[in-house]
């Protein structure tokens, strides 16, 4: 499986890491926030030394019950981060974490390369078609409601069956306007109590039944600290056991807080994974 960055086809067939970089005051860990240039460059520089293909930058806060920004906000965020990464490091591969259409043309002329959408163009029904005219590959996300509300929306009559085929409908939609690289998130902790998010990584092998790589983002989640009884910055090693099981369950790319575990990760799972 191969995605188009730039120009450059990146082989997901080994599965990938994808570190996070918030650029916001109220992520649910600290230890993601970013909120000056240093920061970002020495976020940036750390995660791309251990070993990231990509920097997904995220000016929206998407936590439960967390603030609802302006688009000007964001922008205000967003765009200069871009800025002073790419310049520092210009062949950084830069995912662009917002629900938004012109932030995410924005970005991307800015210099971004992905767009990673957790409402998969729901909540705003001008992003797919900016996608298909950016020709970026895009992350399509399962959620319902907001950040804001989603807490309440985790009824399902059959939650891995509800969730295929709510990709099948969005699949088919982006291939209609024409987006040719797309990758999807289950979306672990998004309109998904404890249980239901250990239910869906179980299953995750039936997401291969699409035929496109498959994003995991369970770095220091809530189904990890909460079931532990820690905090997110106890939860490295609860992380990396739930990406292991992502891994052998078909996932291509690990979205982390923590990059050199997450390739540590990958490379002794594929030892396994290689001898069946």
Not at 54 to 65: E, H, K, T, V, W
Not at 120 to 144: C, E, F, S
Not at 160 to 180: M, W
Not at 202 to 231: D, H, Q, T, V, Y
Request: aromatic content about 6%; hydrophobic content about 45%; glycine content about 6%.
């Amino acid at each position: 499986m191969f995605i188009n960055c730039k120009g450059t086809l990146l082989d997901l067939s080994e599965p990938k890491v994808m570190g996070i970089i918030n650029i916001t005051p109220d992520s649910f860990y600290s230890g993601s926030r970013a909120n000056s240039d240093k920061e970002i460059l020495k976020k940036s520089e750390q995660m791309l030394n251990e070993g990231a293909t990509f920097l997904d930058l995220g000016a929206y806060s998407s936590r439960p019950d967390a603030e609802d920004i302006s688009e000007g906000d964001e922008l205000k965020r967003m765009l200069p981060s871009i800025e002073i990464i790419l310049k520092e490091f210009p062949e950084a591969i830069l995912s662009i974490d917002t629900f938004r259409s012109d932030v995410a043309k924005r970005s991307i002329e800015a210099g971004g390369a992905i767009i990673n959408d957790i409402s998969a163009g729901i909540l705003d029904d001008k992003m797919l078609k900016t996608v298909a005219d950016l020709q970026v590959p895009y992350i399509m996300m399962h959620m319902k409601g907001t950040p804001q509300t989603m807490k309440a929306q985790n009824q399902y009559e059959d939650l891995v069956g509800d969730i295929l085929f709510y990709f099948s409908e969005r699949i088919a939609e982006a291939r209609k306007l024409g987006i040719n690289d797309l990758i999807i998130d289950p979306g672990f902790g998004f309109a998904k109590n404890i249980a239901q998010n250990f239910e869906l990584l179980a299953k995750l092998e039936l997401f291969k039944n699409l035929e496109l790589p498959l994003l995991a983002g369970l770095s220091r989640k809530s189904m990890i600290w909460k079931k532990l009884r820690i905090a997110p910055e106890d939860a490295l090693n609860g992380t990396t056991s739930l990406n292991t099981i992502a891994l052998l369950k078909g996932a291509s790319i690990l979205r982390v807080h923590d990059v050199k575990e997450a390739l540590e990760c990958i490379k002794l799972t594929a030892e396994v994974s290689n001898l069946f």
